[in-house]
T-cell receptor, first 111, second 111 residues
Framework: DAGVIQSPRHEVTEMGQEVTLRCKPISGHDYLFWYRQTMMRGLELLIYFNNNVPIDDSGMPEDRFSAKMPNASFSTLKIQPSEPRDSAVYFC?????????FGPGTRLLVL | DAKTTQPNSMESNEEEPVHLPCNHSTISGTDYIHWYRQLPSQGPEYVIHGLTSNVNNRMASLAIAEDRKSSTLILHRATLRDAAVYYCILSYNNAGNMLTFGGGTRLMVKP
């Protein structure tokens, strides 16, 4: 298995632009998680899905952030409009049993 | 949420055993002890987890105190590749368990 796939791996954008991060979970996994990692706040859970349905989005920082999972093999995390404080590494993870498998992350820089 | 306390950093020599401690004095009866690690520029990866009994796998061993208020992750022979941040996390043991990452312990391995 290729593991969790994230794209792009790096993204540089300007403040105010829309950013879309993509994730392909491991086939057969029915849970998908989005995390954000910064030096100041560490790793934070933003939202997670079960069978494509959002279960808990209490970690989403504000309305500028939205996440979708249109099918079992694809999820997006969108930031619109982006701000410099959104600069971070965003990780996607998936699980079937209790172990979460993380992708390589998307490093986002908002100028 | 029950919290964990870990040292910020530890050093080890290559090919020597490493004992990474974790205190979790407010652990509840249903909390499993999970360990993940994050290698530089990578997403976290699962290491091991347990409830009450000591656990062994190909990566490490987990020693859990009898009162469950502390645990120790044991790497039997540290290699340079084991240099990472190690996170001790309390969580339910199910597919949708939410992982709350603390600061972790940064392990440095000296050749």
């Amino acid at each position: 298995d290729a593991g969790v796939i994230q794209s792009p791996r790096h993204e540089v954008t300007e403040m105010g632009q829309e950013v879309t991060l993509r994730c392909k979970p491991i086939s057969g996994h029915d849970y998908l998680f989005w995390y954000r990692q910064t030096m100041m706040r560490g790793l934070e859970l933003l939202i997670y899905f079960n069978n494509n349905v959002p279960i808990d989005d209490s970690g989403m920082p504000e309305d500028r952030f939205s996440a979708k999972m249109p099918n079992a093999s694809f999820s997006t995390l969108k930031i619109q409009p982006s701000e410099p404080r959104d600069s971070a590494v965003y990780f996607c993870a998936s699980s079937f049993w209790e172990t979460q498998y993380f992708g390589p992350g998307t490093r986002l820089l908002v100028l | 949420d029950a919290k964990t306390t870990q040292p910020n950093s530890m050093e080890s020599n290559e090919e020597e055993p490493v004992h990474l401690p974790c205190n979790h004095s407010t652990i509840s009866g249903t909390d499993y002890i999970h360990w993940y690690r994050q290698l530089p520029s990578q997403g976290p990866e699962y290491v091991i987890h347990g409830l009450t009994s000591n656990v062994n796998n190909r990566m490490a061993s987990l020693a859990i105190a009898e009162d469950r208020k502390s645990s120790t992750l044991i790497l039997h022979r540290a290699t340079l590749r084991d240099a990472a941040v190690y996170y001790c996390i309390l969580s339910y043991n199910n597919a949708g368990n939410m992982l709350t990452f603390g600061g972790g312990t940064r392990l440095m391995v000296k050749p």
